[in-house]
């Protein structure tokens, strides 16, 4: 009898070990989120234009304005040998840096292309050249390309600012001087359309 009860409790034993094995296990278990936020992207321009000479009459009037994303300058009563200066600055209020992929100007009807990042080889300046190189370039476009020699004389300053690529907070200015000859017409009208666009930096292809 005793035989039997040792194996009858051998039995029992066996049979918890293995639905021990079978039921029991240890558990770890492992959980991953992620959470995924874009950026800004968003240049705020602003603009200041003054006299520079004669200032010693109230002749000639100067203003800039600006309404969402346009900028106007405008000269009232010019005549010879009146200077005026313009500023431009556009400021990266945006978290992604800003590329220039085209920069288009309209004058008399026409529409030249200043810089195509498509199209760099027919751009009149590249990211190629230096600051010096785009200013000269600017200017000789202004007073030998569209023919306005005659009446203006015309400086571009950048001051070392990058209009290339403007990383956030990042605020490039441009200065643009405007000398009127002695054979500026009289009641003459003149005005242009300048577009500048810009994309994310690694949508344009050459930063």
Same mark, same amino acid.
Request: aromatic content about 12%; some cysteine.
């Given at each position: ?38 950026? #800004? ?19 000639? #009037? ?146």
């Amino acid at each position: 009898m005793k035989s039997k009860m040792v194996g009858l409790f051998a039995v029992v034993m066996m049979a918890l070990m293995v639905a021990g094995f079978a039921y029991a296990h240890w558990t770890e278990t492992i959980t991953i989120s992620g959470t995924v936020t874009t950026g #800004t992207f968003n240049l705020e321009p602003s603009a200041d234009i003054e006299i520079l000479s004669p200032t010693d009459k109230n002749v000639a #009037t100067v203003s800039s304005d600006i309404t969402d994303d346009t900028v106007s300058y405008t000269i009232e009563n010019a005549f010879p040998c009146l200077t005026v200066r313009a500023k431009f600055d556009l400021h990266n209020d945006g978290s992604v840096p800003a590329g220039l992929y085209k920069w288009t100007v309209t004058y008399d009807g026409t529409t030249v292309t200043i810089f195509d990042a498509e199209n760099m080889g027919d751009s009149i300046i590249s990211p190629a050249m230096t600051e010096e190189e785009v200013e000269q370039a600017l200017k000789t476009y202004v007073e030998t390309t569209l023919g306005l020699g005659n009446y203006v004389e015309v400086e571009i300053d950048f001051e070392g600012s990058n209009f290339w690529q403007i990383d956030s907070c990042q605020e490039p200015h441009v200065y643009i001087t405007l000398h009127f000859l002695e054979d500026l017409p009289e009641g003459a009208s003149c005005s242009f359309t300048m577009t500048l666009e810009y994309r994310n930096w690694n949508e344009v292809g050459y930063l």
